[in-house]
């Protein structure tokens, strides 16, 4: 059980939560695993943002947190919110199928009230189903086969859009071999906006970090974008420290070892570097052996 002490009021809540994106845009898990344990909101749309994080790192949420009852004070709509992301926060935690207890008490809840609400995932979806007429196939450049059909402004209003929304929900795309999202559809998304936020769309690819091929295309997107060029030493450098953190969520951690940031890595040019990197992890990184499927998993 976790130990809150800070109460809290909004604005603070809000300051929190900013802090708390802040630090996982930069991939400083253990900053962001402190500050969460730190957290006691009291308003339930903050409740709702606790437990969403919490998955980040499979946390169980205490009781004050998961045995919320509406009232007639309760706002309905946020209400929905709330069971929505308890449910999805505590797939492969607190329950693995619908049969399990856990589901059945919640999902309860959720069918007693107004079926006319908002899911929690309506927003994401609709940008989703926007941006799927943008067909496209991830695979490593050098493909000659396949074109991808992105860009126009709508394209880039709905993924600018689907990134806001998903920042507010606070739930991952995916955990270690659960999806909550298909990599493609992340993919366009992605695509369309990785050179205005390369930090966020960075956290958010590398938790599908057991996926090989989209992993590879992305660090090639990084590579070479002239755009990024700038950061790409502060992208490897949080890259390297992430994966030496100790609450580093384990899919982000193979996105980072066996994927992204050696491909990132064999493109520099030794003279850019002035940060002192630690001998041992570069050499790490490069010795990688290639893995064999998907039962490589890092545990």
């Not at 926060?89 to 006319?116: H, P």
């Not at 396949?146 to 739930?171: D, K, P, R, W």
């Not at 520099?268 to 290639?290: C, G, M, R, T, W």
Request: aromatic letters at 16%.
């Amino acid at each position: 059980m976790l130990s809150r002490t800070h109460v809290s009021n909004n604005t603070t809540d809000a300051i929190i939560y900013e802090s708390l994106l802040s630090a996982a845009f930069h991939l400083d898990f253990d900053s962001m695993y402190q500050q969460l344990n730190q957290w006691s909101p009291e308003e339930l749309s903050w409740k709702s943002r606790v437990i969403a994080l919490n998955s980040y790192f499979n946390l169980k949420n205490d009781a004050s947190i998961n045995d919320i009852e509406k009232s007639s004070e309760t706002n309905i709509q946020e209400y929905r919110y709330y069971l929505d992301t308890i449910l999805n926060a505590s797939f492969g935690v607190e329950w693995f199928y619908k049969t399990d207890i856990f589901y059945l008490n919640y999902n309860g809840k959720r069918e007693g009230i107004n079926k006319e609400l908002n899911r929690l995932d309506e927003n994401t979806q609709y940008l989703i189903e926007k941006l799927s007429k943008q067909k496209v196939e991830i695979t490593p450049r050098g493909n000659t086969n396949i074109t991808y059909h992105f860009g126009g402004q709508m394209a880039l209003e709905y993924s600018i859009q689907y990134l806001q929304v998903i920042n507010e929900i606070g739930l991952p795309l995916c955990k270690f071999r659960i999806n909550f999202l298909k990599k493609e559809e992340w993919y366009l998304v992605f695509k369309n906006i990785y050179t205005l936020y390369p930090y966020p769309c960075l956290f958010y690819s590398l938790q599908f970090g057991t996926e090989e091929n989209f992993m590879r295309r992305v660090a090639e997107d990084y590579v070479y974008s002239n755009e990024l060029s700038d950061i790409h030493t502060d992208i490897l450098s949080y890259c390297l420290r992430a994966y030496s953190m100790e609450h580093t969520p384990q899919n982000i951690k193979m996105g980072i070892l066996v994927y992204f940031t050696p491909k990132v890595y064999r493109y520099f040019n030794p003279k850019v570097y002035h940060f002192k990197l630690i001998s041992k992890s570069v050499s790490l990184l490069l010795a990688v052996p290639p893995t064999t499927g998907k039962q490589a998993f890092l545990f």
